[in-house]
């Protein structure tokens, strides 16, 4: 009988919507991927650095696990460890209560689909929204996630339409942007409203209790700043010792992932609001989930905890691009989740899923970290032999194997008549057979066996004197070796070093990409993100572009915050414009919602990605550039900064705990909100702005200003 992965996948296979969007949607992410570390200096070594933080990390786990909850309990974070679902689900309810919440909007969190939160909250009576829009898209289905960063990626437009018909708005249409419009406006009202915020961890810094996400529809931002209390669930294996670290592990996640350089948001959360804080959560709370994790610590499993969540392992793999996620039957799906979830769930809920792979390699070839899945894929199949201990068939046929390996007349003899056999032999026929050979040839192709061994082959090429050794290399004895050398070069070229593991982490610092004029490259990388940036010439300049930005929203309100390089805020004033500044009487969230444009300056920016980078703090709040329609950044032209990693030193000035933690929030902003979850199309203006624009203001204008 066929085993329950085979019937799933069986359905799969003729499913021919579900068919075309696995193959859309892999075929494109692959692709990107491929292109995406062309813009780093060294794919290789960046690579090869990032799988040491991760192995590094492991090696003392305990000791950063530590360090991480010491430096959240000291910036007043509530830490609480869960051993399993049921513990978790009664801490998040005990909290919700606490609070009378009665609604909670959450964001993407693989740990909280792990343990199933959603039901235990309807069950006590909280209603959730899941607020990405995948995320919301299967949670009006009622269906699960099937991939790790596109969650309905086996979702058609036209499902997708109709699901919103049914439970959403029965006049909607079939255009992507209209559906997306729609899932903004009613989860708008949701953030608005939500007494609880719950997210993931994509990275907990441990050096400085800060909480790391990656997203880019903006609703990661708003679940973790608009509730008043925030509850972060992570399992251990997203801790990271230091904020540089963090910087190298976000420079291969958005790339292996979308293929972006960066994704729209990269938000950096250390502890609650300050008092002197006009946003963010008053509580926040980080529940550590064990779930099954810490028994496969020291075992060959470990390595698995090292995926960082890219989803690049499942794009490359040829059985999830066939079958897709949901024939796992497991939050975690493709290559990596054929390995997590047995760890997590037992040999004896989902030990089937290592088989579940062609052993091709292709997984560990794109994952960022070099994961040995492959390896563990092994291990895990010889665990679960060793456990069922009824193999004694499959025990048999390897011993015979081996016998016949070891003695090459034998071995040559059974070539010869399998050659002559496997011309009768063809799938079709095969799959007739009883017992394990015919399961095994359903569904597969089987191979004709050469005419000739390789050994039969070369022994006629020596005797007609054909170079051994050149023979041996595949090197052709008309290739010179300046052509050999071109060659090699053009292959790592094209491989980017994806096709093994081996290279080791480089010492010292990364190279880096070489940025000659930052203002110029900023502008380059800002304008291929979100639009040109505006270089002025003087004052008049600046105001013209404010003034007719402002315009375009002339009935809306302008949030903006203080401290600006010039002080934009009596011009608009002077033409009529109802300006709104920080309050420092709460957030003012209804007020900044109804914004056109959101103005603010910029603390840093960076250079290689055309990134925003701004903090939290008093007349800074975190709302102004993320819930009006449009976001104006006022960037100083001697606050661009080269690389992401230029930026290390100065997080650690805001974030270390010896600095006084001046503020609760970073966020790294590389153009607008933006989500591809209908049908693979790009949509700006998800839940945050719908478009980013900066003005890049000369020292000699700021001067000039003040
Ligand atoms: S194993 Fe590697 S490729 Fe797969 S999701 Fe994890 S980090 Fe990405």
Redesign the pocket.
């Known amino acids: 009988m066929s085993s329950p992965f085979n019937q799933r996948a069986n359905s799969a296979l003729v499913n021919i919507p579900l068919q075309d969007a696995l193959q859309a949607a892999t075929g494109k992410f692959a692709n990107q991927r491929a292109h995406a570390f062309e813009s780093t200096a060294a794919p290789l070594a960046l690579r090869a650095k990032a799988r040491e933080i991760r192995r590094k990390t492991f090696d003392e786990i305990d000791k950063h696990l530590e360090t991480l909850f010491t430096n959240l309990q000291n910036l007043g974070v509530h830490v609480h460890s869960a051993p399993d679902a049921d513990s978790a689900k009664r801490i998040v309810l005990e909290i919700a209560r606490k609070h009378n919440v009665e609604t909670v909007v959450k964001s993407k969190s693989m740990a909280s689909e792990e343990i199933h939160l959603n039901q235990a909250l309807e069950a006590a009576g909280i209603t959730p929204y899941e607020t990405d829009l995948g995320e919301w898209i299967l949670q009006l289905a009622n269906e699960t996630p099937s991939h790790?960063v596109a969650p309905a990626i086996h979702k058609t437009l036209k499902q997708v339409q109709d699901l919103f018909r049914a439970k959403v708005d029965p006049n909607a249409g079939s255009d992507p942007q209209e559906l997306t419009s729609i899932a903004r406006e009613k989860l708008r009202t949701e953030f608005l409203r939500a007494g609880m915020g719950i997210s993931g961890v994509n990275f907990a810094v441990a050096e400085s209790g800060t909480l790391c996400l990656v997203t880019n529809e903006g609703n990661g931002r708003l679940v973790t700043t608009l509730p008043k209390v925030h509850v972060a669930i992570m399992g251990f294996e997203k801790v990271v010792p230091t904020l540089r670290d963090t910087l190298t592990l976000l420079s291969v996640?958005p790339r292996?992932?979308t293929g972006q350089k960066l994704t729209s948001y990269f938000t950096m959360l250390t502890g609650p609001r300050r008092e002197n804080e006009a946003d963010g959560p008053d509580e926040v709370h980080l529940l550590l989930l064990d779930g099954g994790r810490s028994r496969h610590l020291g075992t060959p499993f470990q390595e698995?905890f090292?995926?960082?969540?890219?989803?690049?392992?499942?794009n490359?793999c040829p059985v999830f691009q066939t079958v897709g996620g949901h024939t796992y039957d497991s939050v975690y799906g493709?290559?990596?989740g054929s390995i997590l979830s047995p760890m997590l769930r037992g040999l004896e809920v989902s030990g089937e899923l290592p088989a579940a792979s062609s052993l091709c390699g292709a997984?560990?070839d794109?994952?960022?970290?070099?994961?040995d899945?492959p390896r563990m894929l092994l291990e895990m199949r010889e665990a679960r032999t060793v456990k069922k201990n009824n193999a004694l068939m499959e025990r048999f046929s390897f011993r015979m194997l081996g016998m016949v390996m070891r003695k090459p007349f034998v071995w040559e003899t059974g070539f010869k008549l399998g050659s002559v056999f496997s011309r009768f032999l063809n799938a079709k026929v095969a799959a007739w057979l009883p017992g394990p050979l015919g399961a095994w040839a359903q569904g597969r192709e089987l191979p004709r066996i050469a005419k000739k061994s390789f050994r039969t082959r070369w022994r006629e090429k020596k005797r007609r004197g054909v170079d051994s050794s050149s023979a041996a290399n595949g090197v052709s004895q008309a290739d010179s070796p300046d052509a050999i050398i071109e060659k090699t070069h053009h292959a790592l070229e094209l491989a980017h070093g994806l096709s093994h593991g081996h290279i080791d982490c480089p010492d010292g610092p990364l190279p880096e990409i070489n940025v000659p004029d930052t203002v110029v490259r900023f502008a380059t990388e800002f304008e291929a993100v979100a639009n040109p940036a505006l270089q002025p010439s003087s004052i008049d300049d600046i105001r013209e572009y404010v003034l007719n930005m402002a315009a375009k929203w002339k009935e809306y309100p302008v949030a903006i915050s203080d401290g600006l390089p010039v002080e934009v805020a009596g011009w608009l004033m002077e033409e009529g414009f109802d300006v709104i500044s920080p309050s420092i009487d709460g957030d003012n969230r209804d007020a900044i919602a109804r914004c056109g444009i959101g103005i603010t300056g910029c603390d840093w920016a960076i250079a290689e990605t055309g990134s925003i980078v701004l903090r939290s703090g008093p007349g800074h709040p975190r709302l102004h550039s993320l819930l009006p329609e449009t976001h104006l950044a006022l960037v100083p032209a001697n606050n661009i900064l080269p690389h992401i990693s230029s930026l290390g030193p100065e997080l650690e000035s805001i974030f270390k705990q010896e600095e006084g933690h001046s503020a609760s929030c970073v966020n790294i902003i590389t153009g607008p909100s933006r989500s591809a979850d209908i049908a693979l199309t790009l949509i700006k203006g998800v839940h945050g702005p719908r478009d980013v624009f900066a003005i890049i203001v000369p020292d000699v204008l700021i001067a000039r200003s003040q």
Not at 306 to 314: E, L, V
Not at 366 to 371: I, L, T
């Open positions: 790790l996640l292996s992932a698995a090292h995926c960082i969540r890219c989803g690049a392992c499942q490359a493709g290559p990596i997984c560990m794109a994952c960022p970290v070099f994961v899945i």
